[in-house]
């Protein structure tokens, strides 16, 4: 079973940057889509992006051109690179792993996803 740990969360100012990272646990983690998922106050948590064991990627239209996944999966994890921040983009980031070994979709709902992560907190304001 993968378990994931996120870090790399904080505050920062509109217009700045965060790199978040999960780490995983676990031998199948490099077989399996991983995303990111995050969950404003008050709100459902939403998909954020994608990655497909091969490298594949998927973005919500609310990020794209601003976020970028990645994974290395020697060292089993699984970034997401987060430029020009907006205060809206303010929320409890989660990693999560879609246990379906070699799949090449890269979930955009989140009800795809079979592990999670704690999550991280990211807060944008200046």
């Known amino acids: 079973q993968v378990q994931l740990v996120e870090s790399g969360g904080g505050l920062v100012q509109p217009g700045g940057s965060l790199r978040l990272s999960c780490a995983a646990s676990?031998?199948?983690?490099?077989?399996?889509?991983m995303g990111w998922v995050r969950q404003a106050p008050g709100k459902e948590r939403v998909y954020v992006a994608a990655?497909?064991?091969?490298?594949?990627?998927a973005y919500a239209d609310s990020v794209k051109g601003r976020f970028t996944i990645s994974r290395d999966n020697v060292k089993r994890t699984v970034y997401l690179q987060m430029d020009n921040l907006k205060p809206e983009d303010t929320a409890v980031y989660f990693c999560?792993?879609?246990?379906?070994?070699?799949?090449?979709?890269?979930?955009?709902?989140?009800?795809?996803?079979?592990?999670w992560g704690q999550g991280t907190q990211v807060t944008v304001s200046s």
């Open positions: 999560a792993a879609d246990a379906t070994p070699y799949s090449d979709y890269a979930p955009t709902d989140i009800n795809d996803y079979d592990v």
């Open positions: 990655i497909t064991w091969s490298g594949n990627t």
């Open positions: 676990g031998r199948s983690f490099s077989t399996y889509p």
